[in-house]
């Protein structure tokens, strides 16, 4: 199956990306603003704070998202980038 870059969202392209890349997945780890910036060009704005972490057959983590009813516009659509 080939998938269509274009039809990915970012937050899809970088977990593409680092499933296929190991040199990439090891910056992401490290420093995943840059990491972003450098494979993607896209600049995370200082106010989005971006945690990656990797799991394993033995270790996995739940993400609980945002209460909808607790969101507030964020200004300048800065959430927009990984969805």
Avoid: C, H, R
Avoid at 1 to 19: C, D, H, N, Y
Avoid at 31 to 59: H, R
Avoid at 70 to 78: F, I, P, R
């Amino acid at each position: 199956m080939i998938i269509v870059a274009e039809s990915l969202s970012l937050k899809e392209q970088v977990i593409q990306k680092a499933w296929e890349d190991a040199e990439f997945k090891a910056k992401l780890l490290a420093d995943p603003k840059g990491a972003v910036k450098e494979a993607f060009g896209v600049d995370v704005p200082d106010a989005i704070e971006v945690a990656v972490v990797e799991e394993s057959a033995n270790k996995y983590y739940l993400v609980i998202p945002q209460n909808p009813a607790d969101v507030t516009k964020v200004s300048n659509d800065e959430a927009a980038y990984w969805q």
